[in-house]
């Protein structure tokens, strides 16, 4: 298959599935039990259907698109007892302000249902990381996403991509004709190939799941225009990436 060309590192493809059968009992609990650390509890009824065995999104597409909020500042306003209403939630932040969601999921069911909609998670999927931690967060990112879509969540598709190295994997479970999310909010203008391999990325995610709505998070990256014109701007600030680009 095509991945196998790419690189024949990569593990043997899983047939497809059409849901998954997984042993381990769904828990009353809020908190995660400590005998599934890896939360496949979350997988029953999930459905899948790519030959890496991730689970698939149906994609949300909204009529209107609210106020960015990232999740560590949803779940302080959900802790105060405000309102997410007029608020999308993102995680485009730095990883350890959303890795209680690996914890305990359930907790933030109710939170995140109570907002306009939401875009998957973004556990990191730089180029430089090595092959395994790279597969864990993408499944992660859409392991929670499917479970929260299956519960009620209304949720955009968080698209990544990598390197080509990883498209088939990356954009495997991702929906087609569908309403996707693309952020360069992580993206150094400086860096040349890393400009390089965005825009390419950003043209084979087109080209794959030909989208009907693009939310476009983050600065614009010259000529990108020329690969989807009419995107929906947002703009997000991260301030862990701004120092980072100051030597802070």
Request: aromatic share 12%; proline share 8%; glycine share 6%.
């Amino acid at each position: 298959m095509h991945h196998n060309k790419l690189y024949s590192g990569l593990p043997p493809v899983l047939p497809g599935l059409e849901e998954y059968a997984v042993s381990i009992p769904v828990s009353k609990r809020k908190s995660a039990p400590k005998r599934d650390l890896y939360n496949l509890r979350l997988l029953p009824g999930l459905k899948s259907s790519n030959h890496f065995g991730l689970p698939c999104l149906k994609g949300f597409i909204p009529s209107t698109v609210s106020k960015p909020l990232p999740f560590h500042e949803a779940r302080a306003m959900w802790r105060k007892g405000k309102t997410l209403r007029g608020y999308f939630i993102h995680f485009y932040i730095e990883d350890e302000k959303f890795d209680c969601i690996r914890r305990a999921p359930e907790n933030y069911l109710e939170m995140l249902k109570s907002a306009d909609f939401i875009i998957s998670p973004d556990f990191s999927t730089y180029r430089n990381f090595p092959f395994p931690i790279l597969l864990k967060n993408a499944f992660d990112n859409i392991l929670f996403g499917a479970y929260y879509e299956r519960n009620g969540v209304k949720v955009v598709s968080n698209t990544i991509w990598s390197t080509p190295l990883f498209y088939d994997i990356l954009f495997s479970g991702q929906p087609k004709g569908s309403a996707i999310c693309v952020s360069s909010n992580s993206l150094n203008l400086r860096d040349k190939k890393g400009i390089k391999h965005w825009l390419h990325g950003y043209k084979e995610a087109i080209k794959r799941l030909n989208p009907a709505l693009v939310i476009r998070l983050g600065k614009i990256i010259p000529r990108e225009e020329n690969i989807y014109s009419s995107p929906i701007r947002v703009a997000v600030d991260n301030p862990y990436v701004k120092r980072m680009r100051h030597g802070r």
